[in-house]
């Protein structure tokens, strides 16, 4: 679990340092390609079945485009406008999202007081995290069209935030219903759907990369962002999946955002607001009430 955060947190710090030489749409593509070439082989080795018949690929199509490829490219894009620690901060709002989603998409799992009066500080946190934004802290590369000046592009790359982690809940929420489906195979499955959407994706949005020209420090945050967090985490989790039990992993959901923001201090000197931290800790509380944190009875 610790190397699981400590790859997920710096993954935020990785994307912001990648974008000043690339642009976020063929960092998705170029990451997630690198990744599925890794898993491919991994897959041989290891006897991963990919994903079979309609259903299956269908499951994977979703995971891959809308749970993987589309948050990349959204969280990358944000990432130009935002610290790297707002980027993984807002990605707390993720659990509050899967809650709102399971109302409809898992009636097994029903709103009680409880997940409605989390939802409801939850959103009140993302509203503070907002409203503490300051002016946008660009980092723009070279290629992407867009004026650094005239236009508050930060609420956008919030709105890209909660996009990106909506993205991830509809990913969590698929994953849920496909008990069918092996782990391993619906991560399988999500790399070979992403690989080529994101590609698609690049090409007809933004010009080609000139790989050759980067910045070294580019260079290693594509690698490291390709072989950590894209791949090896995937093969962590199933191992804690496995392992442990899905509730522990959940863990990560409120332990990623803060290593985020610790790294993002340390590495790159990024300051948030005051306001911010205490829409940090809302977020925290609402996902601490709606799954029944504090309820000392929970389990007797």
Known sequence: MFALVIIWGASFVAIKIAITDITPAWLAAARIFIATILMIVYARLSNIRPPEGTAEWGVALVLGVIGTSLPFALIGWASMFVPSG??????????????????SALPEEPPTPNRIAGLIIGFFGVAMVIAGRGDPDFSLPAATPLPQAGFDWSLLAYLALLLGALGYAINNVVSRRATNMPHA?????????????????????????????????????????????????????????AHTSAGFVAQSNYLVPATAILLGAWILGEQLALIQYVGFGLILLGIGIAESLFNSKKGA
């Open 185 to 241: 195979t619906r991560g399988y499955g999500a790399l070979l759907t992403a690989a080529p959407s994101a590609i698609i994706l690049a090409a007809l949005s933004e010009p080609f990369p000139e790989f050759f020209t980067m910045n070294i420090n580019a260079l290693g945050a594509i690698v490291y962002l390709a072989v950590l967090p894209t791949w090896i985490a995937t093969l962590i989790l199933y191992r804690l999946i």
């Open 86 to 103: 707002i980027a993984g901060l807002m990605m707390a709002t993720n659990p509050m999202l899967v809650l709102l989603l399971a109302i």
